[in-house]
């Protein structure tokens, strides 16, 4: 990490909090441009974050604030720089809920300790989606106001620029780019006004004080439900089993009724054209991540990616004809 960054979540942390740091740990990246370091002090540990983009930064501090006011489970901000680009975060440890379930689980048993956790995770984003993203200041939707077609596209895009052409150039992209339409046509009939928090998968979901946390919900917008809880259940490395992820998805659908009318059979109806999506945009990130930046980590969950596609292909039906993408994809299972 370069020295200049080091120094001024430092000397943040000195002016903001009247701490002296004692020592610094750079923390590893992810697939993001952030960077991390845990500073040590006293009276224990907080994290200091740079992030070039204060567009970015802005949305994540200002979603944090809110949800804060809601009770969510986020980490608290301790202190911004002037810059806007330095920002420190209180530290919740290591112990992710997919390093806690890769480190638990026993082939396809998993322990109920990692089971409640789930459960935890799903009861909160129920609440964070209804109830604490009601009242949200949309201008903080960064990126986009909701996952609407420019966003669905550009996720279908990014699966087709970044994967399939790289791995399965033999498609016509015109049809592809029909497909791409009356899916997207398709997915925007549901209900969208919910908060959608864009990668909810077990790596942004921190285990500390035997509670569910919260991380890196700053490309959230507008959106329908079953998108989130997709992103969990099919995380590609954690690899859940069907059978949990239909029991898991019965307890969000029972959690989230009681906070808002749900729809169960519009639900599903909706829920493997959003699975589809998902799947999708994963595949898309990680070829940019893996096959072009060579990041091990997204290199290694291809596979486990793949995977979900060939399930879906096996179990779901669309009331919507997807000619090319069906062939697409076929094609990269073979």
């Known amino acids: 990490m370069d020295n200049t960054i080091t120094q001024t979540l430092t000397k943040l942390a000195e002016d903001a909090l009247n701490i002296k740091t004692l020592d610094c740990q750079p923390l590893s990246q992810g697939g993001s441009r952030r960077q991390y370091i845990r500073l040590n002090h006293d009276e224990g540990t907080l994290l200091g974050v740079y992030n070039p983009n204060p567009i970015e930064n802005q949305a994540y501090i200002g979603m944090t604030s ?16 002037n810059d806007g680009l330095h920002y420190l975060v209180e530290d919740l440890g290591d112990q992710t809920l997919l390093k806690l379930l890769l480190d638990k689980r026993v082939g396809d048993t998993i322990p109920e300790e990692v089971l409640q956790y789930y459960r935890q995770a799903l009861e909160q984003l129920a609440v964070l989606q209804i109830t604490a993203g009601a009242n949200l200041d949309d201008s903080l939707c960064w990126e986009r106001k909701r996952f609407d077609k420019q966003s669905m596209l550009w996720d279908l895009n990014y699966f087709k620029y970044y994967f399939l052409r790289i791995k399965s150039p033999g498609f ?16 925007l009939e549901a209900q969208s006004d919910y908060f959608m928090f864009r990668d909810f998968q077990a790596r942004n979901i921190m285990i500390h004080d035997g509670r569910c946390w919260f991380i890196d919900f700053q490309g959230g917008r507008r959106g329908a439900l079953p998108y989130d809880v997709i992103s969990l259940l099919y995380q590609a490395k954690a690899s859940l089993p069907h059978s949990v992820r239909e029991s898991l998805l019965e307890h969000y ?25 998902r799947f999708l945009q994963v595949l898309g990130a990680y070829g940019f991540r893996g096959l072009i930046e060579g990041k091990p980590h997204f290199i290694e969950s291809i596979p486990f990616a793949l995977s979900n596609l060939r399930w879906w292909l096996g179990h779901n039906s669309l009331p919507v004809d997807l000619p090319e993408l069906k062939r697409a994809v076929e094609g990269l299972l073979e």
Do not use: M
């Open 172 to 187: 016509n992209e015109q049809r592809l780019e029909d497909d791409f339409h009356r899916l997207a046509d398709y997915l």
């Open 66 to 81: 809110h949800f804060l006011t809601q009770n969510c489970p986020v980490p608290k901000i301790l202190g911004v720089a």
């Open 253 to 277: 659908l029972t959690v989230a009724s009681r906070l808002t009318i749900i729809n169960e059979a519009e639900f599903r109806a909706r829920y493997g054209g959003f699975q589809l999506i």
